[in-house]
Each structure stands twice: as C-alpha cells, then as structure tokens.
C-alpha cells in the first residue's frame, strides 16, 4: 500500500484494459450482431454522447477501445478528460462511422463510461468532503470481478487513493489470520519472517482499545481500525501519537458521505471506503444518433 502513503500516483492506464474490452464485447456480440446487420452497409453515423447529469468523467480508453476493436474507422472526438467535471447537458463526446459498427459497439461504450464515471464521481465527493483534514479516501477491493484494476483507475481519476490491488502486494491481517496465527505479535512476526528482502508493508485490523495496544507493540507499518466510535478513534490517535515510532492509522467500517468528514477530522491517516467501488449507481449518460441521409 506504498501509494497512499506519498503523492498519488499518475493516471496509467490498466494494462489490461484492452483485454477487459475485448471481454466485454465478447460478452455482448457473441457470434454477431443480428439487429446491426439489418443496417446497409455502406450508411454512416455520428452520434453525442451526453451527460444527463453532474458527474465526473471517466473511461475515454474503454470507449475508444470498444470502437476501434469492432472498427478502426470509427472516429470519436472528446470535449472532456477523464477526471474532469461533467454537467447536465453536457456534451460529453461525438462519434463518427459506419453505422453497423457504432451500433454495435454503442451499448458496451457507454456501460464502461457510466460504470467508470460513476466511480470517479463517487471517489471525487468523498475526497472533497474530508479536503483540509490530512486525511486521504481509499478504495478497498470490493470491485466488480474482472474490472478491479479499471475501477481503481477511475478512483485516482476522483482524487481519492488505491489502497492494495490484490492479495499479493500487501499483508493485510485480519481476525481469522490472528486467530489461526495466535496472536497480532505473532501474526506480525510471521508477515515480517516471510517477506524478508522484500518491502511488503505489513497493516493489521483491530476491533478494540485493547487490540490496538497490542497492535502497537507489534509494530505493523499500519492498524486499521475497524469500526471504532469517533471516541475511539481519536482515543487511538492520541495513545499511536504519544509513542515514540507512531504507525499509520486507517478507519474503515459503514463510512458515508455523513461520517467522513468526522472520521477525518479525528486525526486518522487514511479511511477506507467499500462503497466507491460497490455502491456505484450509472453515470447518466446517453448517445443520440444521426444517420447520413435521414
């Protein structure tokens, strides 16, 4: 979880996105697009994607992927980035091409636009409702299957930060691990033992006071605490601060748009948020078409 922990990072793109694409269409297209071949093949179309509603724009690359998979002939002209700010009527994007492949193409361009957008737009409010705390908004792996290293992206596109991608770049111990382990200084000591020549940064979930005492002297680089009353919170963050090697601190645990701010300002390092990746409602955005000679 070395990225939250400076600057974040620039906005790469996934290098699985063109597989994530391909999938998708996969999905969608099958065996060919019956309704699309009723369409002559010589007739062209522009089409608007437009905003329906306030947003923050993510996923250009997946729509431009989704077109230039089915048809390197489609051209599609943006008037926004990604990370930028969307309003009601706004026009998003036009698209230009053989009217056979747009349409096909249409459905699976928008899904990834809205999907992604909806995320960022999510991630881009948390991160303003804490702004001035010192606080920072991480995701959690409660991703859509498949579409994990997409969705983070469009949380950076928010400004708010990735927390661990997967399993294998960070230790994060939690209840069952302590408990099959022993103990936090055991658990700690064994996440240390196996990640010798390597920095793995090595945070532990604590559920009390008390399990937070033994956290400390474990040593973890960072403890999450894991649904604390605000009380608590900043009971952690003082008893943390008044060691000499202070660790970082993460909340995490039933974290809205009403709470973070509070949970910020209890002087927490990080707060960790399921819902920017698991409670995304769609970006509204839709696409009206113009066919040539109609």
């Known amino acids: 979880m070395s990225e939250p922990c400076t600057a974040p990072p620039a906005l790469t793109l996934p290098a699985d996105l063109a597989e994530q694409v391909a999938a998708a269409l996969r999905e969608d297209v099958g065996s060919g697009d019956l309704t699309a071949a009723l369409v002559p093949l010589a007739q062209r179309v522009r089409g608007r994607i437009v905003s329906r509603e306030a947003a923050v724009l993510c996923g250009q690359a997946w729509a431009e992927a989704c077109f230039r998979q089915l048809d390197p002939g489609i051209r599609l002209t943006w008037n926004a980035a990604d990370g930028a700010t969307l309003t009601p009527g706004m ?39 804490v702004a001035g705390t010192g606080c920072t908004v991480l995701d959690t792996r409660k991703t859509l299957p498949g579409l ?51 920095r793995i940064e090595v945070e532990v979930e604590v559920e009390s006071l008390g399990e ?63 819902a920017l990746t698991k409670h995304v409602r769609a970006v509204d955005l839709s696409m009206r078409l113009e066919f040539d000679g109609r």
Do not use: W
Request: glycine residues 8%; contains cysteine; positive net charge.
């Open 91 to 129: 026009l998003v994007c036009t698209v230009e091409g053989p009217a056979r492949s747009v349409l096909t193409g249409e459905r699976t361009a928008l899904n990834f636009l809205q999907l992604l957008s909806a995320t960022a737009t999510a991630a881009s409010r948390f991160a303003a409702a």
């Open 148 to 198: 994990r290293r997409a969705q983070k992206y469009a949380v950076r596109c928010g400004g708010a930060a990735n927390h661990r991608m997967g399993l294998y770049d960070m230790v994060l111990i939690k209840e069952n691990h302590i408990l099959a382990a022993g103990s936090i200084a055991q658990a700690v000591a064994a996440a240390r033992a196996s990640a010798v020549g390597a």
């Open 212 to 274: 937070l005492e033994q956290a400390l002297e474990a040593r973890p680089d960072i403890v999450m605490l894991d649904d604390f009353t605000l009380e608590d919170m900043a009971a952690a963050v003082a008893r943390n601060r008044a060691r000499g090697r202070p660790v970082l601190l993460e909340a995490s645990g039933s974290v809205s748009l009403e709470t973070v701010r509070a949970i910020a300002a209890t002087g927490v390092d990080f707060v960790s948020v399921g």
